[in-house]
C-alpha cells in the first residue's frame, strides 16, 4: 500500500498549502517531518531523506512508511492519512495509471541518476519486473545511450524491455546458461572453476541488481569485468551461501541505491527525486502506465494476488487496486 495516486479528501487545521480536492500521489516514507520529529535527524536536514534514522520516533507509530505504519495506513484502502511534506501534485495530463507509477518509478531514477553510466558503457540489468523495467525506463528518460542488456524471466517482460529502448533482452531464469549470452555480447571469455559457478572475465562495465535474491547479487558480481560497478536496486534480503570472492578479486564497486532523496541532482539544481518523475512523465519523455496490466476492486483481492502469483501465465507486470469515486 505505498504506491499510489488519489485526491485529498480532508486537511487538517494548520495546513495551508493544499485544498480538497487536489490530485496527489505521496511519498511515502516516514521520514523526520512526516513523523512529526521536533528536530530534524543530521541526514532529513541535508535532504538525505532515504537516510533518515529517525524511523521509530515521532507522534507515529514506528515504520518506513505508509502501508507499514499502523498510525498512517496505506493505499490498499479507499483512505489513509498522509504529512503535507510528503505530497506532490499530479497534472491532468499524467493518466491515473502513469501517477500510479511515479513511485517506482523514482526508486529506478534515484539508482540512476547516484549511479550514472557513460554512454559507452555495456549496462547489464538483472530482472524486468516493475524495478527491472523502470530501471531501463528510467536511464533511457534520463538520455543514457549505454548499451542496456536485460535479463528477463518471461517472453512477454522481455517485449516490455524492449519497447522501453534495452538494446539486448535475454531470456534467463534459473542457472548459469545466459553467461554465453553475456559472453557473446561483451566479448568477454567464460571462465569454469573447479569449484563454483562460471566467471565472466571481462564482463559488463556495470550491473543494476533488480531482483535481490541470492542468485542475482551472486550473477551480478560474477558477470561485472574487473574494477566495474554492481548497484543494489531491488531489496536483498538475508543472503546465504554467496561467494564474495569476485568482488575481492575483481575489485568490484559495489553499492545500494535506497528509495528516493530531495536532493538529487538534475538540470543543474537539487530536485526532489519525485519531482523529477512528474517532470519527465508530464513533458512526454517516459510513459509507464501501460505497465499497470492489471487492475481490480479492493474485494477482488483474492483474484489480484493470484494474478500476482501468476505472472507468466497472467503477463502481469503491475497489478493495482482501484477505489471508483
Known sequence: ???????????????????????????????????????????????????????????????????????????????????????????????????????PFAITLHAALQNFPDDSEQVLIIGAGTIGLCMVAALRALGSEAELIVIARYEFQAEAAKKLGATHVILGSRGTSFYEDIVEITGADLKNPVMGKPLVMGGVDRVYDCVGSNSSLDDAMRLTRNGGQVVFVGEPGI??????????????????????????????????????????????????????????????YKQAFSVTDNKKKEKAIKVAFDFPE
Not at 10 to 34: A, H, M, Q, Y
Not at 284 to 298: A, P, Q, S
Request: proline fraction near 5%; glycine fraction near 8%; charged fraction near 25%.
Open 1 to 103: 500500500g505505498h504506491e499510489n495516486i488519489g485526491y485529498i479528501e480532508k486537511i487538517g487545521p494548520s495546513v495551508t498549502n493544499w485544498e480538497v480536492g487536489d490530485r496527489v500521489v505521496v511519498e511515502p516514507s516516514l521520514w523526520c517531518k512526516p513523523r512529526g520529529s521536533a528536530e530534524l535527524c543530521p541526514y532529513c536536514a541535508r535532504g538525505e531523506i532515504n537516510h533518515c534514522i529517525n524511523i521509530t520516533k515521532g507522534s507515529v507509530t514506528p515504520g518506513i512508511s505508509i502501508g507499514l505504519c499502523h498510525d498512517t495506513g496505506g493505499s490498499w484502502s479507499p483512505y489513509f492519512v498522509a504529512h503535507e511534506e510528503q505530497l506532490f501534485k499530479v497534472p491532468d495530463s499524467i493518466s491515473e495509471e502513469n501517477g500510479m507509477m511515479i513511485e
Open 239 to 300: 543472503v546465504k551461501n554467496l561467494d564474495w570472492t569476485p568482488i575481492f578479486t575483481q575489485d568490484l564497486v559495489v553499492k545500494a541505491a535506497y528509495l528516493y532523496s530531495h536532493v538529487e541532482k538534475y538540470n543543474g539544481q537539487h530536485w526532489k527525486t519525485f519531482d523529477i518523475a512528474i517532470d519527465l512523465i508530464a513533458k512526454d519523455k517516459v510513459d509507464i502506465g501501460w505497465m499497470v496490466t492489471h487492475k481490480f476492486e479492493l474485494d477482488e
